[in-house]
């Protein structure tokens, strides 16, 4: 594991998954991506470990996925590249994952942290999907999550203009179950985590799975035309321009086309 950092018992029955790509804001590369899954999938598997924490640092939970390993790709790179079966796994894990924010949590970061179960937040903590702003859009689950968990107006205002969030804005909204001075939040998370971990882990596995079935009804037509738009805007020179231009570090003129 070169991206991320597993500790298997950190606490009696929760395992930590630390995302370690300080540099780049933990920007979600495949390879991370191919790593938490690693790691989801022994872990989920280990009968000793009941809760998962997953988490970035201070300064990011994750920034989104690695624009610069995206920008140049075709819509069809991208449909051939089916980095879904490395997200999908967050939310096949059986065991309950617990999100640890702090600072940002955009675009694919954002995606990620919803597709965990609870979320506890420092309150340094900004989540937004601003995929709009370098012309795409979110793909990776954020039009169909965000808008069960905020409501359709805060979510069409979210996606459509790439505002952010602070901490607080996403407690009010139900997107993250607590907030907490920033340096409390992976000890909260652990807090969280210790007293699930005391209970029935089968009792616990089952009443996510009915939890989430209740969430994602539907769901699953959502994210597929989610996914065929997303890779649509692959097609457009507005998405070759905005991603070229968050790397020259410029504003984004956006055509249309
Ligand atoms: N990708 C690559 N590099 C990134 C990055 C990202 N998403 N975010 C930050 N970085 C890099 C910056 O380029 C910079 O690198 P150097 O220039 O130093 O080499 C370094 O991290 C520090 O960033 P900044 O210098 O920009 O730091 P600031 O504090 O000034 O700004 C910021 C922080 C988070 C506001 C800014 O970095 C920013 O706007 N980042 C991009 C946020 C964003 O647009 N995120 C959405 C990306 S699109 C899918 C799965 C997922 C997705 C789609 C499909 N499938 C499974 C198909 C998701 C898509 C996205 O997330």
Redo the contacts with the bound molecule.
């Keep these: 594991m070169e991206l991320i950092k597993v500790t298997e018992q950190k606490e009696p029955h929760v395992a930590l998954i630390e995302l370690n790509r300080p540099?780049?804001?933990n920007?979600?590369n495949p390879q991370l991506?191919q790593e938490v899954r690693d790691a989801l999938v022994t872990l989920d598997k280990n009968d000793g470990v009941r809760v998962i924490i997953i988490t970035g640092n201070e300064?990011?939970f994750?920034?989104?996925?690695?624009?610069?390993?995206?920008a140049d790709k075709s819509a069809i790179d991208?449909l051939l590249?089916d980095?879904?079966t490395?997200?999908d796994q967050i939310r096949k894990t059986k065991k309950p994952i617990i999100a640890a924010v702090s600072g940002?949590a955009?675009?694919?970061?954002c995606?990620f942290v919803m597709t965990c179960d609870m979320v506890i937040a420092s309150e340094t903590a900004k989540f937004g999907?601003?995929?709009i702003?370098?012309g795409?859009i979110?793909?990776?689950g954020?039009t169909q999550r965000l808008t069960k968990a905020v409501g359709k107006a805060k979510a069409m205002e979210l996606i459509l203009t790439?505002r952010f969030l602070s901490a607080e804005e996403a407690h009010f909204y139900g997107l993250v179950n607590k907030v907490v001075p920033k340096e409390m939040y992976l000890q909260e998370a652990f807090t969280l985590a210790k007293e699930i971990a005391q209970l029935s882990p089968v009792a616990v596995q089952l009443a996510k799975e009915s939890i989430n079935r209740s969430f994602e009804t539907h769901l699953d037509e959502g994210l597929t035309l989610e996914?065929k738009n997303?890779?649509l805007t692959f097609a457009s020179a507005d998405q070759k321009e905005g991603m070229k231009a968050?790397?020259e570090?410029r504003k984004p003129e956006f055509k249309g086309q």
């Design positions: 540099k780049e804001l920007a979600l991506m300064q990011a994750a920034a989104g996925a690695d624009i610069k390993q995206m991208m590249l980095q879904f490395t997200w940002f955009l675009g694919g970061g995606e999907q601003p995929e702003k370098i795409t979110p793909g990776a954020g790439g996914r997303f890779y968050f790397i570090k």
